[in-house]
């Protein structure tokens, strides 16, 4: 048995036929308005069900042009398939991802590229990170007519895409496959160049018409608890990259504990019970109704038998020469703090330790290097702050989208603001060149 296989198969063609079928193609469709990139669900399914599967790949990949990857990892209980009117007819939504998946898989395997460059514009936009909102922004600047190069710090480009997605959602494989289709665009993508290292913001500066920052989160912090320096303690992020890009080689023991209660604590979890752990336990500070985690991601990993620990605060890693425990003070909640959130207060004689042989830190990602040399651009803790609409920072000249501005949402949210950025860029290289020859 594969412990890795993909939680929402691909459909087989009458699979698909009958399921496209089912759709009620309503015509103020409220899963064009749950979808960030608004797809046109109905079009693109009534497509499929006629077997035009390019039309209904080409309708997907318009609006998206990370369809294929968004099919497999978006929360789509949450979002189209949630808003699907079925809801209120008492039936199973439409399988819209896996519908979407159907046809862009289609498209992808042909190796078609159905957009082509605009007319060229004669400028050419730099954009730092190759992940989601990097490269969507350069799809969409390309098909402006934009020349553009991405850098990349990563030997891989995808971002977490290739690097941070559980692997039984997406694998790597499909991951890079992707990006090397949206590269017959004519995208340039430097691998293995970081940003103030191998190319300095001020040659950035000086060889581009604009700037284009979607680098991400940093790594999760320490917690500065004694014991935290163990071998046998590591972060969540660096976890689940170790296992999408050598899982051959990567082991974990039979007793592990996640600190964290958003869904990349949930992804560590179930990979760790399909890795062989025995024992795997969530544990988290606050109660179940606080957690971040997608309640369909909850429910995945109790079915895994993973152990939820509620009300619990981590005080320190037990072990001498690696770790060997997580010792917890049960917590109970006290006064509003000034965000109007309930803070936490340790109850007395509530010490507790949980075995463990690997301790997974998941309780946020921290700010990236790069934000401390960012010339004349505001930012706020681990994000920079840029206009909602256009995503242009208070540095006229760059602009920013993706979890960086964000904090950290979904592929289809990155994807989305990648692709208005884009346009940004144009709207204001535009009126940039009026001006000059006005």
């Not at 992940?131 to 891989?156: K, N």
């Not at 890009?245 to 560590?268: F, H, S, Y």
């Not at 895994?304 to 109970?332: H, N, W």
């Not at 702050?385 to 242009?392: E, I, L, N, S």
Request: net charge neutral; charged share 20%.
């Amino acid at each position: 048995m594969n412990r890795f296989q993909e939680i929402k198969p691909a459909l087989r063609r009458d699979e698909a036929l009958m399921e496209a079928n089912r759709c009620l193609m309503c015509y103020d469709a409220p899963c064009i308005r749950a979808c960030p990139t608004h797809i046109d669900v109905p079009g693109f399914i009534k497509k499929i069900s006629t077997d035009n599967l390019r039309g209904s790949a080409k309708t997907i990949l318009d609006a998206n042009i990370f369809g294929g990857s968004c099919a497999r990892v978006c929360p789509t209980e949450e979002l189209c398939e949630g808003a699907c009117v079925l809801h209120d007819l008492h039936e199973k939504p439409i399988k819209i991802g896996q519908l979407q998946r159907y046809a862009t898989d289609w498209l992808m395997i042909k190796g078609d590229m159905p957009f082509s460059p605009g007319p060229d514009q004669g400028k050419t936009v730099a954009i730092i990170g190759a992940g989601p909102a990097g490269v969507a922004c350069a799809a969409e600047l390309r098909r402006i007519g934009y020349s553009t190069v991405v850098f990349d710090a990563a030997p891989q480009p995808g971002g977490l895409n290739t690097y941070g997605v559980a692997e039984y959602k997406m694998t790597p494989d499909f991951a890079l496959a992707e990006i090397a289709w949206i590269e017959q665009l004519g995208i340039n993508i430097r691998r293995s160049t970081v940003v103030g290292r191998d190319v300095t913001l001020a040659d950035l500066e000086r060889d581009y018409a604009a700037v284009f920052i979607a680098v991400g989160l940093g790594e999760v912090p320490a917690l500065g608890l004694p014991g935290e320096d163990l071998p046998g303690v590591m972060e969540a992020i660096d976890f689940i990259a170790r296992l999408k890009m050598d899982r051959e080689n990567l082991t974990v023991p039979r007793r592990v504990a996640v600190i964290g209660g958003g869904n990349t604590a949930i992804d560590c979890v179930t990979q760790a019970v399909r890795l062989g752990a025995d024992e795997v336990t969530l544990v988290y500070r606050r109660g179940a109704a606080a957690m971040t985690a997608y309640d369909h991601e909850i429910h995945l990993a109790k079915q895994d038998g993973v152990r939820f620990v509620y009300e619990a605060m981590p005080v320190r890693i037990e072990g001498s020469s690696r770790a060997t425990g997580l010792t917890c003070q049960k917590a109970a909640l006290g006064l509003p703090d000034v965000s109007g959130r309930q803070s936490l207060e340790a109850v007395p004689g509530s010490h507790f330790t949980i075995e463990a042989d690997l301790i997974i830190r998941s309780t946020g990602q921290g700010p990236v290097a790069l934000l401390r040399e960012l010339p004349g651009i505001a930012t706020v803790g681990r994000k920079i702050k840029a206009d909602p609409t256009t995503f242009q920072t208070s540095n006229p000249k760059y602009f920013a989208a993706g979890d960086v501005v964000s904090g950290g949402q979904e592929v289809v949210n990155a994807v989305a603001n990648g692709k208005i950025a884009a346009r940004s860029i144009h709207t204001f290289l535009s009126t940039a060149k009026e001006l000059v020859n006005g």
